[in-house]
Nanobody
């Protein structure tokens, strides 16, 4: 079993920034990949960004150039730096990771961007 816990969400004005954290109970280096996903009101969950065990990063088109995923191996934590936030970024943000063949999710953290 792996526990993932997100933190750092909140209310921010459009154009502002937030940094989300995802703390894992197992080494993030042993995960196939760890990523961030989000689900806005009335929308399906969508993939935002991911970082592989080798450190490669990928981003969804809607956040490319504004969001940055990174990790701190000593803390088993993955971060999502979100800049130039827009109202469309309002969502519950989830951290997800796959260890072996098992997918794990955190409970999510709410991000609300006011215009």
């Amino acid at each position: 079993q792996v526990q993932l816990v997100e933190s750092g969400g909140g209310l921010v004005q459009a154009g502002g920034s937030l940094r989300l954290s995802c703390s894992a109970s197992r080494s993030i280096f042993t995960a196939n990949a760890v990523g961030w996903y989000r689900q806005g009101p009335g929308k399906r969950r969508e993939w935002v960004a991911k970082i592989s065990s080798g450190g490669n990063t990928n981003y969804g088109d809607s956040v490319k150039g504004r969001f940055t995923i990174s990790r701190d191996s000593a803390k088993n934590t993955v971060y999502l730096q979100m800049n130039r936030l827009e109202s469309g970024d309002t969502a519950v943000y989830y951290c997800g990771g796959m260890w072996s063949l098992d997918q794990y999710w955190g409970p999510g953290t709410q991000v609300t961007v006011s215009s």
